[in-house]
């Protein structure tokens, strides 16, 4: 397990209280734009479907952060290309597909499951190349993880084509560089600041962190 989720057997036992830290601008968090944050509280969670520890993050910590935040935040999820691959961009696209057609509850997890679940964990910025262990080989496999969840697929193509997915995939893919998302999952707050996850111990003292710099800092 890398050293940045070394924190995970802690987070796993943690509890919920109120964290009392102080928080310090290059140990906690670093500043990762020179311009100001933005108007509204957003925390973007830069994550793969391939990648085993956003897995576990969207299984087992997710559901006990996002109570914790301030109502005013506006959390989102943006999928990185680390592959570069034809299948990879399928995948990449079927995200900002659920999103659009509103059936992420239904269809993320089972594919997440697919592609990073079990023992497909992967390191830091490593290529995946296990569609074929998988099962996802193409479109057609990412549809029919929609329609065995019930989502129907007419419209899929039509979708994937909208402008709308395209701006949304452009937008990830521009903060991916602007940020400099080298691992994942990531987490950045206001379009400024990203958590240093590695000296993060607690789950308490990531969401009082992501409250902090969402609507204090």
């Not at 914790?68 to 570069?84: E, T």
């Not at 991916?176 to 607690?202: A, E, G, H, L």
Request: proline share 3%; hydrophobic share 40%.
């Amino acid at each position: 397990m890398s050293k940045r989720f070394a924190l995970a057997l802690a987070l796993m036992f943690a509890p919920l209280a109120t964290w009392a830290a102080q928080f310090v601008e290059g140990t906690h968090y670093m500043v990762v734009s020179d311009k100001p944050a933005s108007d509204k509280p957003v925390i973007k969670e830069f994550f793969s479907l391939y990648c085993g520890h956003c897995y576990n993050m969207e299984k087992r910590y997710l559901p006990l952060i996002k109570p914790g935040l301030d109502k005013s935040i506006d959390f989102q999820q943006a999928h990185v290309d680390f592959m570069n691959s034809e299948i990879g961009n399928e995948v990449i696209l079927s995200l900002a597909v659920m999103q659009e057609m509103g059936v992420e509850e239904k269809v993320k997890k089972p594919l997440f499951a697919i592609l990073a679940g079990g023992d497909h964990h992967h390191g830091e910025g490593e290529s995946h190349d296990h569609e074929a262990e998988a099962g996802i080989h193409n479109r057609n496999d990412i549809k029919k993880v929609f329609t065995d969840n019930g989502v129907d697929v007419a419209d899929y193509d039509k979708i994937a084509a909208s402008d709308a997915v395209k701006t949304k995939v452009m937008g990830w893919m521009v903060d991916q560089q602007k940020f400099r998302i080298q691992s994942v999952p990531t987490f950045v707050v206001n379009d400024k600041y990203m958590i240093n996850m590695s000296q993060i111990r607690t789950l308490s003292e990531l969401t009082e962190l992501m409250n902090y710099l969402a609507t204090e800092k």
